[in-house]
């Protein structure tokens, strides 16, 4: 089983070795049926990642909202 997330970056931060840090967090419009269904499933939450791969991070945009997939590795 599978579990599906809508997080919104809030921030990316540069570190000073060269890798960003990029910070999502549950934020849903209430306008928006889809929101409406994350809201009741994941009301909050949030996720940081430690990215050092720049063709990775120049495709973050702030304020976007993005989908995450948990799954079990096994």
């Known amino acids: 089983m599978s579990i599906?997330?809508?997080?919104?970056?809030?921030?990316?931060?540069?570190?000073?070795?060269?890798s960003r840090k990029a910070?999502?967090?549950?934020?849903?419009?209430q306008s928006i049926p889809e929101?409406?269904?994350?809201?009741?499933?994941t009301p909050t939450g949030s996720a940081?990642?430690?990215i050092d791969n720049p063709a990775a991070t120049e495709q973050l945009v702030i304020g976007k909202s993005y989908y995450f997939t948990i799954t079990?590795?096994?």
Not at 23 to 29: I, V
Not at 35 to 41: H, P
């Open 4 to 18: 599906l997330c809508k997080m919104r970056l809030n921030d990316v931060v540069s570190n000073v070795w060269g």
């Open 72 to 74: 079990p590795a096994d």
């Open 23 to 29: 910070f999502f967090y549950t934020e849903y419009d």
């Open 48 to 50: 940081e990642f430690v």
């Open 35 to 41: 929101d409406q269904s994350f809201t009741k499933a």
